[in-house]
């Protein structure tokens, strides 16, 4: 699988073991995890933020229209065609597939950078439990 321009692919190492049911209607049978960790191992070549060995998190968005009103404000959690992390399609085609994948697709602006000094496992819970406060 080929990175498109604005997507990367994080190579997932080590998971949170908390399940979350997803109410996304754009799903497949992808297998899902929601606080999703790892190492970039492709970017896409519009890609400015992230190369090949970043270590980086997903939270529960990968992606979003980046065009509507919400978006427009940085308010992408109430975008109509958020995407989620787990099977989700973008508008390209390209699957996010999810936290149990050997892959995970997601959007740079939804990625963040994980602190080398900070391990991959105690970094994971902050993608979920550690968001949930936040909303604007």
Request: aromatic share 6%; with cysteine; proline share 6%.
């Amino acid at each position: 699988m080929k990175a498109l321009p604005t997507h990367l692919f994080p190579k997932l190492v080590k998971l949170s073991k908390l399940p979350k049911k997803t109410t996304s209607s754009n799903l497949d049978t992808s297998p899902a995890k929601h606080e999703i960790v790892g190492v970039v191992t492709e970017v896409g070549s519009k890609v400015d933020k992230f190369k090949v060995g970043d270590k980086v998190g997903v939270g529960y968005r990968a992606g979003s229209c980046q065009s509507c009103d919400n978006c427009a404000n940085n308010l992408e959690n109430y975008c109509p065609e958020m995407v989620s992390n787990q099977g989700s399609r973008y508008r390209d085609g390209a699957t996010t597939y999810g936290g149990y994948s050997d892959i995970m697709v997601a959007d740079e602006h939804f990625v963040v950078h994980v602190p080398d000094n900070l391990p991959l496992d105690a970094c994971a819970p902050l993608l979920c439990a550690g968001i949930t406060v936040y909303s604007h």
